[in-house]
């Protein structure tokens, strides 16, 4: 998996050809291309993993979390308890 952010799909957008998706991405509403997904059938509710406006992945509420999780680490100082060394 790439190093990505994750997000919540809201709705699929009418017209480019089916390929963007309206998403909650920590709180704010991003434009996604979800063309490059190997199965673009996406839900409202619906979790992916974005990198560079492209959705990378599909994955479960756990899979967002650990993601979030993992790009929050990664941005803690490192004399804070629990940073990477």
Known sequence: MCLGIPGR???RLDGYAGQLALVDVAGEER???VGMLDD???APGDWI???MGFAMDRV???GARRAMEGLELMGRPRDEPGAAP
């Open 49 to 51: 993993v974005i990198h």
């Open 9 to 11: 799909v809201i709705r």
């Open 31 to 33: 434009k996604v291309n």
């Open 40 to 42: 673009p059938d996406l």
């Open 60 to 62: 479960d509420e756990a």
